[in-house]
């Protein structure tokens, strides 16, 4: 959120920059492309009674939260993926440990194989996952509205 509103000023300033020295690598701070003046500099400004510029700060807080926002989205993925497989970090893990060892066995042996993977009990289908954890309406999910949790998933054995 935090980049998507800095994104324009960040957008304007290195515009104009642009449009003033042409592109380069280096420019007035010799700092690099974002062009911001070295530590003991800010600090100077930062004490100041005027503080430090606006675009200078616009110039230093945006990559850092694009980047937040690259690395919080790849992890939320993650997340959303564990939560439609109905599977835990380790349970993910040891499946990848089980299919590299198959791999390497393939390898190996010059046999092609086919490895199957273990049935999870607990997979109750993509609709069933989201559910068991965000309740039974996405609508509860996003008012504070109190509801009672679904009873726990038990797998059945009998049922194929």
Do not use: C
């Not at 957008?11 to 380069?24: A, S």
Request: neutral net charge; proline residues 9%.
């Amino acid at each position: 959120y935090g980049a998507s509103m800095l994104f324009m000023p960040f957008y304007e300033d290195t515009k104009q920059r642009v449009t003033e020295h042409g592109w380069r690598l280096l420019y007035g701070h010799q700092t690099g492309f974002l062009d911001i003046p070295p530590p003991w500099s800010l600090l100077q400004q930062a004490l100041s009674s005027s503080g430090i510029e606006d675009d200078v700060l616009v110039r230093m807080v945006f990559p850092l939260l694009v980047g937040a926002g690259v690395v919080l989205t790849g992890f939320w993925g993650f997340h959303v993926m564990y939560v439609a497989t109905g599977r835990t970090t380790l349970e993910h893990k040891i499946l990848l440990i089980s299919l590299n060892e198959a791999a390497m066995h393939q390898l190996r042996t010059g046999r092609r194989e086919t490895f199957l993977t273990p049935k999870n009990p607990f997979h109750q289908g993509f609709i069933g996952n989201f559910r068991q954890i965000l309740g039974p309406s996405l609508l509860f999910v996003v008012l504070p509205w109190p509801v009672d949790p679904l009873p726990p998933f038990i797998p059945d054995d009998k049922k194929k």
